[in-house]
């Protein structure tokens, strides 16, 4: 298994920016690909952001041009950068790993999730 720590959440105003990190540990070598995941009261829970080993990102449409996700590979870290930020962006942040066990068998793991609150 892999454990999975976020931080960086809170309170911002619209427009404001925030980052957050993802520390991974455990089984960090079958790591695939670490992303963003978000749910919002009342929502299902979204993609946000993607990024695999080798660098390829994904992002969903209304975050394009106002996030970026990074990695850190020696330190088995994920980042998520988040400018402009606006009160729909509000939701409680989850980090998300990628393990490939064997073939096309693949894992999943969780972190805890952190608050994002974009109010004025």
């Known amino acids: 298994q892999v454990q999975l720590v976020e931080s960086g959440g809170g309170l911002v105003q619209p427009g404001g920016s925030l980052r957050l990190s993802c520390a991974a540990s455990g089984s960090t070598s079958s790591i695939y690909s670490m992303g963003w995941y978000r749910q919002a009261p009342g929502k299902q829970r979204e993609l946000v952001a993607t990024?695999?080993?080798?660098?390829?990102?994904n992002y969903v449409d209304s975050v394009k041009g106002r996030f970026t996700i990074s990695r850190d590979n020696a330190k088995n870290t994920v980042y998520l950068q988040m400018n402009n930020l606006k009160p729909e962006d509000t939701a409680v942040y989850y980090c998300n790993a990628l393990r490939n066990l064997i073939g096309s068998v693949f894992a999943t793991d969780w972190g805890q999730g952190t608050q994002v609150t974009v109010s004025s």
């Open positions: 990024v695999t080993s080798g660098g390829s990102t």
